[in-house]
């Protein structure tokens, strides 16, 4: 697909834009837990005039409505909740399909750009005269059964509530635009939308409860669950710069050799090369080594060379001028140039103005970070999410293989800050049911027709998803699985279509199938 030069223009600004969100969340959030979090991507809220297929002019998107949703599915009796949502009907034709989705772990408000045909859910209600509708995640941002996020409240905060809450809203909402009263899913096609978790919870949802939702698009969906994600970093590795990659292997293998022999002073030495002495535990300090690979997965392929992952790569591998060779190089370069990296660019653009414990540390449980306990902390209800059904804690890999994240990290370095986060929950240091999640809502054995997967060769959840390597899931016309050469729920996006031309074949499969699977479509049918 081509690209003129008047988009490549607009693709540019919408780039910046999207890397600015990222750093603007961020910086709510310092603490390495945030960093690791399969989020899906932020762009811009369009600011035009939206108006309906007769002219009307339309409330602005940014418009929130609110539902009244169950604050628990399984006892009425405890009442509801105010849910928010956000709508665009822009291409909405009497009998055309309702798509709804939920970012999932995060505070919708700034999502609203994904009601829009700039991202695939609106493509696809601009297709087939559909209405788009975005949906907070219980718990997250300002849609909470309880005025805080204690241990207790957070008991309602299960992958079973979620895919309840998205049954009862498509069946009982009256929406706000007209004939609003009349498109419960036996009236009108519900097709469900994900990204990452929320592609997981696509699809565990039309495994848990069939029969609601006609079809199903779901963007790197990590379904299978697991407690050492190990993997996260394995497209990093493979698809980084091989001279970044080696250089990165050569200081990590020297920080784990110095840990198992017990080398305290060198440790030392080496954190405070990056400007990191103040951190107690080596742990944390392997922790914040990570911070690099993590930015990772905020590029998208409309970004490049000018992102902050490659900036960190070319502080490490161009030296006078010279760009290294694949071998890197060497260990003695790598650390001085990383460390330099840290002390004159990283730790700001991270940590801000905190000292290095507030921003870095996880071992002291009084810290605000675990005991802060208000409402619109993603940060602690996605770790409510991790330490008891979904894991994914991001480690070093087994001995063997390559390592750009060291060994130090293991799931136990997770699990210790699920109890400095929730003591009244776990008296000791949990493991994440992962086996129940994967067996109760499928997990890679996920069959259910009209489901449409995408997803990124380059994506670090790839390894979650049905496309992890040696799974080799069949494509069938039933359930499609598709992927393209893109990173994190890339395919979501529309201008990545213009990029990307494997993103465009992606979207353009998914389209043809909607409206196929769509023609299928019966009153009553749901």
Same mark, same amino acid.
């Given at each position: 697909?081509?690209?003129?030069?008047?988009?490549?223009?607009?693709?540019?600004?919408?780039?910046?834009?999207?890397?600015? !969100?990222?750093?603007?969340?961020?910086?709510?959030?310092?603490?390495?837990?945030?960093?690791?979090?399969?989020?899906?991507?932020?762009?811009?809220?369009?600011?035009?005039?939206?108006?309906?297929?007769?002219?009307?002019? !339309?409330?602005?998107?940014?418009?929130?409505?609110?539902?009244?949703?169950?604050?628990?599915?399984?006892?009425?009796?405890?009442?509801?909740? #105010?849910?928010?949502?956000? @709508?665009?009907?822009?291409? /909405?034709?009497?009998?055309?399909?309702?798509?709804?989705?939920?970012?999932?772990?995060?505070?919708?408000?700034?999502?609203?750009?994904?009601?829009?045909?700039?991202?695939?859910?609106?493509?696809?209600?601009?297709?087939?005269?559909?209405?788009?509708?975005?949906?907070?995640?219980?718990?997250?941002?300002?849609?909470?059964?309880?005025?805080?996020?204690?241990?207790?409240?957070?008991?309602?905060?299960?992958?079973?509530?979620?895919?309840?809450?998205?049954?009862?809203?498509?069946?009982?909402?009256?929406?706000?635009?007209?004939?609003?009263?009349?498109? #419960?899913?036996?009236?009108?096609?519900?097709?469900?939308?994900?990204?990452?978790?929320?592609?997981?919870?696509?699809?565990?949802?039309?495994?848990?409860?069939?029969?609601?939702?006609?079809?199903?698009?779901?963007?790197?969906?990590?379904?299978?669950?697991?407690?050492?994600?190990?993997?996260? +970093?394995?497209?990093?590795?493979?698809?980084?710069?091989?001279?970044?990659?080696?250089?990165?292997?050569?200081?990590?293998?020297?920080?784990?050799?110095? %840990?198992?022999? #017990?080398?305290?002073?060198?440790?030392?030495?080496?954190?405070?090369?990056?400007?990191?002495?103040?951190?107690?535990?080596?742990?944390? +300090?392997?922790?914040?080594?990570?911070?690099?690979?993590?930015?990772?997965?905020?590029?998208?392929?409309?970004?490049?060379?000018?992102?902050? +992952? %490659?900036?960190?790569?070319?502080?490490?591998?161009?030296?006078?001028?010279?760009?290294?060779?694949?071998?890197?190089?060497?260990?003695?370069?790598?650390?001085?140039?990383?460390?330099?990296?840290?002390?004159?660019?990283?730790?700001?653009?991270?940590?801000?103005?905190?000292?290095?414990?507030?921003?870095?540390?996880?071992?002291?449980?009084?810290?605000?970070?675990?005991?802060?306990?208000?409402?619109?902390?993603?940060?602690?209800?996605?770790?409510?999410?991790?330490?008891?059904?979904?894991?994914?804690?991001?480690?070093?890999?087994?001995?063997?293989?390559?390592?750009?994240?060291?060994?130090?990290?293991?799931?136990?370095?997770?699990?210790?800050?699920?109890?400095?986060?929730?003591?009244?929950?776990?008296? /000791?240091?949990?493991?994440?049911?992962?086996?129940?999640?994967?067996?109760?809502?499928?997990?890679?054995?996920?069959?259910?027709?009209?489901?449409?997967?995408?997803?990124?060769?380059?994506?670090?959840?790839?390894?979650?998803?049905?496309?992890?390597?040696?799974?080799?899931?069949?494509?069938?016309?039933?359930?499609?699985?598709? @992927?393209?050469?893109?990173?994190?729920?890339?395919? @979501?996006?529309?201008?990545?279509?213009?990029?990307?031309?494997?993103?465009?074949?992606?979207?353009?499969?998914?389209?043809? /199938?909607?409206?196929?699977?769509?023609?299928?479509?019966?009153?009553?049918?749901?």
């Amino acid at each position: 697909m081509s690209c003129d030069p008047t988009l490549q223009l607009v693709i540019k600004m919408w780039a910046l834009m999207s890397l600015l !969100l990222v750093g603007i969340a961020r910086a709510a959030i310092p603490n390495s837990m945030s960093r690791g979090m399969p989020s899906v991507p932020k762009i811009p809220v369009p600011e035009r005039l939206f108006t309906s297929p007769n002219g009307t002019i !339309l409330p602005n998107i940014t418009t929130t409505y609110y539902f009244d949703q169950l604050r628990d599915h399984n006892n009425i009796n405890l009442g509801t909740f #105010k849910q928010r949502y956000w @709508m665009d009907w822009e291409f /909405y034709e009497p009998g055309g399909p309702i798509i709804l989705n939920t970012p999932g772990e995060a505070n919708a408000d700034g999502y609203q750009g994904y009601v829009t045909n700039d991202t695939i859910n609106g493509l696809i209600a601009q297709q087939q005269k559909g209405a788009a509708i975005v949906i907070e995640h219980r718990f997250f941002g300002f849609s909470n059964p309880y005025d805080n996020l204690t241990s207790q409240s957070l008991a309602l905060l299960t992958v079973q509530q979620a895919i309840d809450d998205l049954v009862y809203f498509a069946t009982t909402v009256n929406l706000p635009m007209s004939g609003g009263d009349a498109v #419960k899913p036996s009236q009108a096609p519900w097709i469900l939308v994900g990204g990452s978790y929320g592609g997981a919870l696509t699809s565990y949802t039309m495994v848990n409860k069939p029969g609601i939702f006609w079809a199903g698009y779901l963007s790197s969906a990590i379904v299978e669950t697991t407690i050492d994600y190990y993997g996260y +970093f394995t497209p990093i590795r493979e698809y980084m710069p091989q001279n970044c990659s080696s250089d990165i292997q050569a200081v990590i293998t020297y920080l784990d050799g110095m %840990y198992a022999a #017990k080398d305290t002073a060198g440790i030392k030495t080496l954190q405070e090369t990056f400007g990191l002495g103040g951190l107690d535990h080596v742990a944390d +300090f392997a922790t914040a080594l990570q911070y690099n690979l993590w930015d990772w997965q905020d590029l998208d392929p409309s970004t490049g060379p000018d992102s902050i +992952f %490659y900036e960190f790569c070319d502080a490490l591998e161009v030296k006078d001028g010279v760009n290294a060779g694949p071998e890197g190089w060497g260990v003695d370069h790598a650390i001085r140039s990383w460390g330099n990296f840290w002390n004159t660019t990283y730790y700001r653009y991270n940590c801000h103005d905190q000292d290095v414990q507030t921003c870095l540390g996880t071992f002291d449980p009084t810290a605000n970070y675990f005991t802060n306990i208000t409402v619109n902390n993603a940060n602690r209800s996605w770790l409510w999410m991790v330490c008891n059904q979904i894991g994914f804690y991001q480690t070093g890999p087994p001995e063997g293989q390559p390592a750009i994240v060291s060994r130090i990290i293991q799931p136990s370095y997770g699990e210790r800050q699920c109890v400095n986060m929730f003591p009244e929950a776990f008296a /000791y240091p949990p493991q994440p049911a992962t086996a129940e999640t994967n067996a109760m809502y499928a997990g890679w054995n996920v069959n259910v027709p009209r489901l449409f997967f995408a997803n990124g060769l380059r994506d670090p959840w790839r390894g979650g998803t049905v496309s992890a390597d040696g799974l080799n899931k069949p494509n069938t016309t039933s359930m499609p699985i598709y @992927m393209s050469d893109g990173f994190h729920c890339s395919d @979501m996006l529309s201008y990545d279509n213009g990029i990307d031309p494997t993103i465009a074949v992606v979207q353009e499969a998914a389209l043809r /199938y909607m409206k196929e699977w769509l023609a299928e479509w019966k009153p009553g049918n749901s």
